[in-house]
């Protein structure tokens, strides 16, 4: 938030000198008027205009985006949900709680996924840098990476009593890094991804 | 389900005044039909139409919820 003070004659003037100055149009700001200013007669009694404006900054800007984005689909979607959303190391959390946490979820997270993409995309259309938006509903996405974690190491050791590589099901890349990441300290095996995307799918193999 | 095509639309292209959709319901059917722009076709298709399939995704989420079934085609 910038915060700035102005005066002028009248308070619209004043107005348009900061719109002007700054480069910014009425949604981006808001305005406390501090003086409404006096004509005066003849010279006499006179007082300027003053104004304070908060100008709000990009990265506001898209926090209220993402907030307002996520509430209104879901919204429209005919949920009942509670949203809130947070900033961790430059991405933007956004969790829902709602009873109907199953529909937001999908198969698999497969709605969480396109709403999360979604909303990516709605975020950052107009701005310069791209800031990541994650969505996560009830806790879902730690208990999808413990899952997830479980079942790397429960195949690494199948792959190592039968000494025969194995796939895994398709997975998206956030997923796929998951596995990739909990058997990277396995010394005796090894992973890579194969297939096309959506289809694509993490090996487990054995370390040569 | 045509508002909720509509939120998304508009929050995807530049010329959110040009978004229209509309709705027929056939049973336990619905029909959407999108138009947008011709130059923000791009913005609601994506590469290897990967938006279209979030906005697909999504809204048979929704139409699930009522038990209806739901069928997005994008015009320009």
Same mark, same amino acid.
């Given at each position: 938030?910038?915060?700035?003070?102005?005066?002028?004659? #009248?308070?619209?003037?004043?107005?348009?000198?900061?719109?002007?100055?700054?480069?910014?149009?009425?949604? /981006? $700001?808001?305005? #406390?008027?501090?003086?409404?200013?006096?004509?005066?007669?003849?010279?006499?009694?006179?007082?300027?205009?003053?104004?304070?404006?908060? $100008?709000?900054?990009?990265?506001?800007?898209?926090?209220?985006?993402?907030?307002?984005?996520?509430?209104?689909?879901?919204?429209?979607?005919?949920?009942?949900?509670?949203?809130?959303?947070?900033?961790?190391?430059?991405?933007?959390?956004?969790?829902?709680?709602?009873? /109907?946490?199953?529909?937001? $979820?999908?198969?698999?997270?497969?709605?969480?996924?396109?709403?999360?993409?979604? #909303?990516?995309?709605?975020?950052?259309?107009?701005?310069?840098?791209?800031?990541?938006?994650?969505?996560?509903?009830?806790?879902?996405?730690?208990?999808? *990476?413990?899952?997830?974690?479980?079942?790397?190491?429960?195949?690494?050791?199948?792959?190592?009593?039968?000494?025969?590589? =194995?796939? =895994?099901?398709?997975?998206?890349?956030? *997923?796929?890094? $998951?596995?990739h #990441?909990?058997l990277?300290? @396995?010394?005796?095996?090894?992973t890579f991804?194969?297939? @096309? *995307?959506?289809?694509?799918?993490v090996?487990i193999?054995?370390?040569? | 389900?045509?508002? =909720?095509?509509?939120?998304?639309?508009?929050? =995807?292209?530049?010329?959110?005044?040009?978004?229209?959709?509309?709705?027929?319901?056939?049973?336990?059917?619905?029909?959407?039909?999108?138009?947008?722009?011709?130059?923000?076709?791009?913005?609601?298709?994506?590469?290897?139409?990967?938006?279209?399939?979030?906005?697909?995704?999504?809204?048979?989420?929704?139409?699930?919820?009522?038990?209806?079934?739901?069928?997005?085609?994008?015009?320009?």
């Amino acid at each position: 938030m910038i915060r700035v003070e102005q005066t002028a004659k #009248t308070v619209d003037e004043a107005l348009e000198l900061v719109l002007s100055k700054y480069k910014v149009s009425k949604e /981006d $700001i808001t305005i #406390t008027v501090v003086d409404e200013g006096k004509k005066g007669f003849l010279g006499l009694g006179t007082k300027e205009a003053k104004i304070i404006v908060e $100008i709000k900054e990009e990265s506001e800007k898209r926090k209220e985006k993402a907030l307002e984005f996520v509430k209104e689909v879901v919204s429209k979607m005919g949920i009942d949900a509670e949203v809130t959303l947070k900033e961790e190391s430059e991405n933007l959390l956004v969790n829902i709680e709602s009873p /109907d946490i199953g529909i937001i $979820i999908g198969r698999r997270g497969e709605t969480l996924d396109s709403l999360q993409y979604l #909303t990516g995309l709605a975020v950052n259309k107009d701005s310069s840098e791209w800031t990541r938006v994650i969505l996560d509903a009830s806790g879902y996405r730690k208990r999808r *990476e413990e899952s997830l974690i479980e079942l790397a190491k429960k195949k690494a050791e199948r792959v190592k009593y039968t000494r025969r590589k =194995l796939s =895994l099901e398709p997975m998206n890349p956030q *997923e796929r890094r $998951i596995i990739h #990441t909990a058997l990277q300290e @396995d010394p005796m095996v090894t992973t890579f991804s194969e297939g @096309d *995307e959506p289809y694509r799918r993490v090996v487990i193999a054995l370390k040569k | 389900m045509k508002e =909720l095509i509509e939120v998304l639309a508009k929050s =995807l292209v530049d010329n959110p005044d040009q978004v229209f959709v509309t709705e027929k319901i056939d049973g336990e059917v619905i029909f959407l039909e999108l138009k947008v722009a011709d130059s923000d076709m791009g913005k609601v298709i994506g590469k290897r139409g990967r938006i279209a399939k979030a906005l697909r995704t999504v809204l048979k989420a929704a139409a699930n919820k009522d038990r209806k079934k739901a069928m997005l085609e994008i015009v320009g």
